[in-house]
């Protein structure tokens, strides 16, 4: 299928199915996957297509750069770009049909200006724009009581069009939900006053995925869904309310490596560099092509499982650039047999994102996006996937 000797593997049925459960869940909420950070580690162009064909309204990215890729892989959907424009991208956004989060007059003019340049040379359409209301997370956007004076000054530049407002939770994840309910309040407020002053735009959207599993007040016109699309729950909180709202979301990345050598060493053998393990008996070592180059960080000395004929074995030695080793106990192993770092193996077996995290000490985002952005990506495509490049399609990446 590939001649890779350590690989992610992106399951596309598991996207779509995210997909769908989500948009049954959000309903008649509009869904807009994230797909920031080479849709965190899946691929951009190809989760994005998965995520389309699906049933996604629209898709998020965090930069300008991102949605520039997606339009040149020849993803024509409505792209939504959510950190504010600033003034000298203007042009490229009026160019190439994408939406702009603004929180400042500066960039809105420039859009405006970008817009009525490119009617004057035979494209007459405005860019559409989502204001960013700031609630509380305290990075971008206008403060509650300046958005209806900005709303309004937005509807005096005839090259935008304000198509949504927005904002973005900051602790949607947490335990206590007291704050991000404070902040949908604050910004309920702010919609409201929109509408009173007859500037209510059509869009109106703040859960990200924590918000979409757990807060469903706040599904509104349009939700944003990032790792949930990915198929892994933002918190336990999250998780409980997914499942008791029937929510099943399935992981669609694995992390795989081909076995390059078996050894058959006695105890008090010495493994790895600076000699931090000597087994404790005769034992089969084996050597995975994989390392701290391609995300494997070498945080995960001494802490770091994988599965072997779907039994879970230990790194041993600290990891290395390019390499670490399994103790495999007795287990049949041959040079060339796949072990599974991260994800689920052919037995059913699992080891997840959350669990890495757990033992780093940060999060699953992170973790997704350090293996797959890392390693050569092969997409598995099923029959329910229409346009899927056949069983499988491999792909290089940085």
Not at 7 to 19: F, P, S
Not at 41 to 56: I, V
Not at 304 to 309: D, F, G, K, P, T
Not at 334 to 353: S, Y
């Amino acid at each position: 299928m590939h001649g890779h000797v350590r690989w992610v593997e992106i399951d596309h049925r598991a996207l779509a199915h995210n997909v769908k459960a989500l948009k049954a869940h959000v309903g008649p909420a509009q869904l807009w996957p994230v797909v920031k950070g080479r849709a965190y580690g899946h691929g951009e162009a190809e989760a994005a297509r998965t995520f389309l064909q699906a049933g996604a309204d629209g898709l998020a990215v965090s930069a300008l750069a991102e949605a520039v890729d997606l339009r040149e892989a020849g993803i024509d959907a409505p792209l939504f770009v959510m950190n504010p424009a600033v003034p000298w991208q203007a042009e490229t956004y009026a160019a190439l049909r994408i939406r702009a989060g603004v929180a400042d007059l500066e960039a809105a003019r420039a859009l405006s200006e970008a817009a009525e340049k490119a009617a004057r040379g035979g494209t007459a359409e405005p860019v559409p724009v989502h204001v960013k209301v700031d609630t509380g997370l305290g990075r971008f956007g206008v403060l509650p009581e300046d958005a209806v004076s900005f709303v309004k000054e937005l509807h005096r530049l005839p090259g935008v069009r304000v198509e949504g407002v927005f904002t973005h939770f900051a602790s949607a994840d947490e335990e206590d939900k007291s704050f991000t309910r404070l902040q949908l309040q604050r910004f309920n407020a702010v919609v409201s006053a929109l509408a009173e002053a007859g500037l209510r735009p059509p869009l109106v959207h703040a859960a990200n995925s924590p918000a979409t599993l757990a807060v469903p007040e706040a599904h509104l016109d349009m939700v944003r869904t990032g790792l949930a699309a990915y198929g892994l729950y933002p918190s336990p909180s999250a998780r409980r309310a997914a499942e008791a709202a029937g929510v099943r979301l399935r992981p669609a990345m694995s992390l795989k490596a081909k076995v390059v050598s078996v050894r058959r060493l006695p105890a008090g053998s010495p493994i790895g560099y600076g000699s931090t393990h000597r087994t404790e008996r005769e034992t089969t070592i084996v050597t995975l092509p994989v390392g701290y180059s391609d995300g494997v960080t070498r945080l995960l000395t001494g802490k770091l499982e994988v599965l072997i004929q779907g039994q879970r074995r230990p790194v041993v030695g600290r990891i290395c650039m390019n390499h670490c080793m399994v103790d495999a106990g007795d287990l049949p192993v041959r040079r060339g047999d796949v072990v599974t770092l991260l994800g689920r193996d052919e037995t059913g077996a699992e080891i997840a994102a959350e669990e890495w995290a757990g033992r780093l000490g940060t999060i699953a985002y992170e973790v997704l996006c350090m293996v797959g952005s890392r390693n050569p990506r092969v997409h598995l495509y099923g029959e329910s996937i229409e346009g899927g490049s056949g069983a499988c399609a491999s792909e290089r990446n940085g």
